[in-house]
């Protein structure tokens, strides 16, 4: 592993704004305002809370824009708790993974008694005695005389949007009386309904048209929507005004500017793979498993993909662990109910924890490994890094105190510097280390604040090219045929543009921009120490001999 040799770019930290011209006018009354974490601490709480104190009684959408590490999750804790100390009020949570119902399950249980919390798994039924929310079975916990005693609800966004997941019709019917209950006890008894959608980028795949259309159940009772991301994108907004329609279209914008607190980053360290067939054969990443295993070390492996966790366990890599140590999660989706979930007290290796989990172990190292590049524009068999440069950043965040991570990837293409907005020294030095451990090709800088036009022009088209079949449909009486429509925008941004932004942002590939990312320094949890590089080697005929048994010796070296 190779200590970089040269300092890295200040430039400012890129995220995507909401702004107040995403919402037309016309239809949304959106408002903004711009808050600043700590500079010593990077945490918000010191300008979130006021405003949120303010605004807890005023009927919004409010949408908080803040950065991994800011401390959002305990401002809304600190809020929820307002809520629940008022008698017009019920919090419900909607939550896109089972693992987040547990964390606030547990957070919530420091603010107000356990008996006041309904969560998930209060319908569904336990796995074991030991799971969070657990209740004796003779209890008809979904019962309408029991449902006043819950001052806070955690559930699923695929519960509360009533999505019954792709096996099945309807939602079971403990599921179904719950949502009746709830919505006839607040309605019954003027409780004003606070939703709360945390991790919004990870819940748009549900937001399917049907769904939206279940949540208008609850149009009477809504008085508030808090949505809650660090890695927003251009479906998540279709989402808001969707919600808002609750709220009477009013939107209010939180955002917090992204800065980087050099004391409280990590060590980041890239292992650049040539070989894009065989990525886990690595031979910089099996001399890294065996110095943490030989020192005793924890660690954790984010893979991409099942099929490279089973060639990995078909590996002697984890030979000399006791394989009671090891937790390889992942879940089956040809057995549902084979959920293997992060175990903290074990190494993990696996899929699904490169969201949802907090990895608060000190000193801990996280290795992450992205899926090879492809020169296939559109090849999106990219596993939990499907999402792109949102998936890298929260797998990358899972770390939340200072230690190592490491990441293993394809190297990057060149960027070219003419399509850098930046001045001409930072140009200049990008494109300089980019150039150093490029692979073959260039692509072109990508300001995630542009996507917006780039699917206004990718609407435009679609609907050009059906331009005709709208025109002859509408010379055609076609009362009492099948239902024919074509994708409004907003569906079309939903179910088709974050994947068709994917493919286009920096090209579609996730190596170069990690690599832009850690050369100038945007990770909040970690700062670019070492990059693992072995550059092609070129040599002159009239020394041959000597420059490959210097090169010999050099490699052979470095293997001990």
């Not at 979904?142 to 559930?155: A, E, G, P, W």
């Not at 004003?192 to 399917?208: G, M, P, R, W, Y």
């Not at 679609?462 to 045929?481: D, M, P, Q, S």
């Not at 493919?503 to 945007?522: E, K």
Request: one cysteine or more; a neutral charge.
């Amino acid at each position: 592993m190779s200590i970089i040799d040269f300092d890295l770019v200040n430039v400012p930290v890129e995220y995507k704004k909401i702004n107040i011209e995403d919402f037309d006018s016309n239809y949304y009354n959106s408002t903004k305002e711009f808050i600043s974490p700590n500079p010593e601490t990077g945490y918000i709480s010191e300008e979130l809370m006021p405003i949120l104190i303010r605004d807890l009684d005023v009927k919004n959408t409010t949408v908080i824009n803040a950065g991994t590490g800011q401390g959002k999750s305990k401002c809304i804790i600190d809020i929820v708790s307002e809520y629940a100390n008022k008698e017009d009020y019920i919090v419900v949570f909607a939550l896109p993974y089972n693992n987040l119902i547990e964390q606030y399950f547990e957070e919530c249980k420091t603010i107000i008694e356990e008996n006041k919390i309904f969560s998930l798994f209060h319908i569904d039924k336990p796995v074991n005695e030991n799971m969070i929310g657990a209740v004796n079975d003779e209890l008809d916990i979904v019962n309408s005389s029991n449902i006043d005693k819950f001052k806070i609800h955690i559930l699923t966004v695929y519960a509360l949007l009533e999505n019954p997941g792709e096996d099945a019709l309807f939602q079971s019917n403990k599921r179904k009386k719950y949502f009746r209950n709830l919505i006839k006890y607040c309605e019954n008894h003027n409780k004003k309904v606070v939703l709360i959608f945390d991790e919004l980028h990870d819940s748009i795949h549900t937001f399917k048209e049907e769904y939206i259309f279940n949540l208008w159940k609850f149009k009477k009772v809504v008085h508030k929507n808090y949505v809650i991301s660090a890695t927003f994108n251009e479906a998540s907004k279709e989402i808001i005004k969707y919600l808002s329609e609750f709220t009477d279209n009013t939107i209010h914008i939180i955002e917090s500017k992204r800065i980087v607190i050099e004391e409280k980053q990590g060590n980041l360290h890239l292992i650049l793979h040539q070989d894009n067939s065989n990525i886990i054969d690595n031979l910089s990443l099996k001399r890294l498993f065996n110095r943490l295993i030989h020192e005793n070390k924890k660690f954790d492996v984010i893979v991409y993909s099942r099929s490279q966790l089973k060639k990995m366990q078909k590996k002697p890599y984890f030979g000399i662990i006791n394989r009671s140590e090891l937790n390889f999660c992942y879940n089956d989706i040809f057995s549902p109910n084979y959920i293997r979930k992060y175990n903290k007290s074990k190494i993990n290796i696996g899929t699904n924890f490169s969201t949802g989990i907090n990895i608060t172990k000190e000193n801990h190292t996280l290795i992450i490994i992205l899926p090879p590049s492809t020169n296939i524009k559109y090849f999106n068999n990219k596993g939990v890094f499907t999402s792109g440069y949102v998936s890298i950043l929260q797998a990358i965040a899972r770390l939340r105190t200072k230690g190592d991570i490491y990441i293993v990837m394809s190297e990057p293409l060149g960027i070219q510097e003419n399509s850098l907005p930046f001045g001409i020294a930072e140009k200049n030095k990008i494109t300089e280390l980019f150039e150093k451990y490029q692979t073959l090709g260039t692509i072109e800088y990508s300001d995630i604040n542009l996507q917006k036009q780039i699917l206004n022009d990718a609407y435009t088209e679609y609907t050009y090219n059906i331009r005709k079949a709208k025109k002859y449909k509408t010379e055609v009486n076609r009362f009492g045929l099948n239902t024919l429509n074509y994708l409004e925008k907003e569906q079309f941004i939903l179910k088709k543009g974050e994947r068709y932004l994917n493919s286009d942002y920096f090209n579609g590939d996730l190596a170069t921009y990690m690599f832009y990312i850690s050369v100038t320094n945007q990770l909040s949890n970690c700062k670019l120490k070492s990059i693992d590089f072995n550059p092609d080697i070129y040599f002159q005929s009239e020394s041959l001999i000597e420059s490959l048994r210097y090169n010999y010796y050099t490699l052979v070296n470095s293997a001990y």
